[in-house]
């Protein structure tokens, strides 16, 4: 964790990956209750933002460990 | 069907046979496949270790009874915290140090060789319901597809599980997770395409149309079942968050060959999900209430298989057996595999730093005989219906030692005091919230109480309390930074000397 929060790379990724962690517990509970909105008429509103969640850790976590990450 | 699953069995026997005929008979060897796992094979050890019965049956049958919000309790990102942000020290430690376990880390790091039998009984006792839920699904399954009695399934699975950890060990295990996990993903995936073709399925929005109309609420959330509030949905999210510090995915942190290996399968593991957690949900919310409508409660459990059956040829009914058992037994085998060394290691004989490995393997197997028996009581008693049994019982209880395992790698500052305090409290208000008085979890998911509890105590008690030594610290944290950049450093070195030497 020291060798991630140490340069600006790695507190741009932490930043990104707490708000997102936040977001997901504590937001998105609340944001998709009684919505009935269905993605390509099949995709319900959790099941968009629950991919989305996963699409922004896979994406953050691939630029960083590849470009910056001090142990790649 | 039955002489299908017959031959795989004796099959996976086979490959564990082999798996022990390799392997150098060391504890090292035994517990951490010679800390030699490659990508592909760490893959599939990890993810098919995670996906398991409850995934083929659980998951589907549950969104089936409570919608998709259900879908929150599977995060697969935060898996990407323990492989990049923890997973460096604890490979490190393994590498350095020799350690078998991370609780093993946890005891040394806190100096203190009680709370390692403490948080060794602790996550020992948890893995029965997540074993339990195996043979539960095997035997459900079989039960469906075959009409034999559900035990037969539930006593099949037991045996094979055990002959196949206890003779092969980590090597044999990983190897037959791979030839499971295929087999598992090709039913899963392809079968879906198939029950829906077959059924005159064309379009998902108009499945999904009849499917609001059959059952309204199906499609959103709180559900049909008014389940996920938001109270409950934050305490399923929480308890999805916290699946990285599950017992049997951290062990993958010490047996992984590089740290690249675990950066690779970081990625692999995000990427497979979407499509994985894709189709269980379809099966789930849209597929199986148009085809099966009418399931209450643990009758779900079986949908998917019921849905095959109903709509595809028998052979691809008994695959669909096949696929269950290889989930079930791909995760069973990791479950018992870490559930023996902790018996060993972090038991028997902790502190026995000159213990043989004869001693070790040996101690090994009889804690799996024993979890192996615990799981067995657990899946004649049957006391809820899968998808709640993980996510209510056995995924808190692994929870419990969240605070004291990530402090351990990440707070220098947090001791034994913190750790046994946090830990203790935390697990002893899940037990009784769940089972003797509910008003303890304050209407909650049972995750959330007992965590947020142990975790201030972790922190409060540990800044109370004096500090672990200077010697510990510089151990656990500055040497194993130092030897990571080092290592790390050099093997960069050596690549680019390669990549400039092939260039000229």
């Known amino acids: ?72 | 069907m039955l002489i299908s699953i017959f031959i795989l069995g004796i099959l996976l026997v086979l490959i564990s046979a082999y798996g022990y005929k390799l392997s150098s008979r060391s504890a090292a060897d035994y517990m951490m496949a010679g800390r030699s796992i490659g990508t592909f094979v760490l893959f599939f050890y990890v993810y098919f270790a995670i996906s398991s019965t409850w995934t083929f049956y659980g998951f589907p049958g549950t969104v089936y009874n409570s919608g998709p919000g259900f879908l929150m309790f599977f995060a697969f990102f935060p898996h990407a915290f323990l492989y990049i942000f923890l997973g460096p020290r604890l490979w490190a430690a393994g590498k350095m140090y020799g350690l078998l376990s991370p609780v093993q880390y946890l005891g040394e790091r806190y100096e203190s060789k009680s709370l390692q039998v403490m948080l060794a009984i602790c996550m020992f006792g948890f893995l029965f319901p997540y074993l339990g839920i195996q043979s539960i699904g095997v035997g459900a399954g079989l039960a469906a597809a075959t009409g034999v009695p559900y035990w037969v399934g539930a006593v099949y699975m037991a045996v094979l599980m055990i002959l196949i950890v206890a003779i092969g060990g980590t090597r044999a295990v990983a190897w037959v997770n791979v030839l499971l996990g295929l087999i598992f993903s090709f039913c899963f995936i392809v079968f879906i395409f198939w029950v829906a073709s077959n059924a005159g399925i064309t379009s998902l929005s108009e499945a999904a149309r009849k499917v609001t109309e059959m059952r309204p609420g199906q499609l959103s959330v709180p559900g049909p079942l008014n389940q996920w509030e938001p109270k409950n949905l934050i305490g399923l999210a929480i308890a999805g968050a916290t699946v990285f510090c599950w017992p049997h995915v951290i062990i993958g942190t010490m047996q992984a060959k590089s740290i690249d290996v675990m950066r690779r399968m970081t990625y692999g593991m995000l990427a497979f999900s979407l499509l994985f957690c894709g189709v269980a949900w379809v099966w789930g919310a849209i597929i199986t209430p148009l085809l099966v409508p009418g399931l209450k409660g643990t009758a779900a459990d079986a949908v998917v298989q019921m849905a095959i059956t109903k709509y595809l040829p028998p052979w691809a009914s008994a695959m669909t057996v096949l696929a269950v058992i290889a989930a079930a037994l791909s995760t069973a085998a990791t479950q018992l595999l870490v559930a023996g060394i902790f018996v060993s290691r972090d038991i028997v004989l902790v502190g026995k730093s000159s213990a043989k490995d004869t001693q070790l393997i040996t101690w090994s197997r009889i804690g799996m005989l024993a979890a192996v028996a615990g799981s067995l009581w657990l899946a004649f008693s049957r006391p809820t219906e899968l998808g709640l049994m993980l996510s209510n019982i056995a995924s808190p209880g692994f929870a419990q030692w969240l605070p004291a395992f990530v402090g351990a790698i990440l707070w220098p500052r947090g001791n034994k005091y913190g750790a046994a305090a946090g830990t203790a409290a935390g697990v002893i208000l899940l037990i009784i919230g769940n089972f003797f008085c509910k008003l303890l979890l304050l209407g909650f998911h049972p995750i959330v109480v007992p965590l947020v509890v142990n975790l201030f105590l972790y922190v409060a008690v540990s800044l109370a309390t004096s500090p672990i030594s200077k010697d510990t610290r510089k151990k656990f944290f500055d040497d194993l930074d130092k030897w990571l950049l080092i290592t790390q450093t050099k093997q960069r070195e050596q690549i680019n000397k390669v990549q400039n030497q092939m260039s000229s």
């Open chain 1, 1 to 72: 964790m020291r060798e991630i929060y140490g340069h600006r790379p790695g507190r741009i990724l932490i930043f990104i990956l707490a708000l997102s962690l936040i977001w997901y517990i504590f937001i998105v509970p609340f944001v998709v209750q009684h919505n009935n909105y269905l993605f390509l008429g099949w995709v319900p509103l959790v099941v968009v933002i629950w991919n989305i969640q996963t699409i922004v850790w896979l994406a953050a976590i691939y630029i960083y460990t590849t470009k910056y990450w001090p142990y790649r």
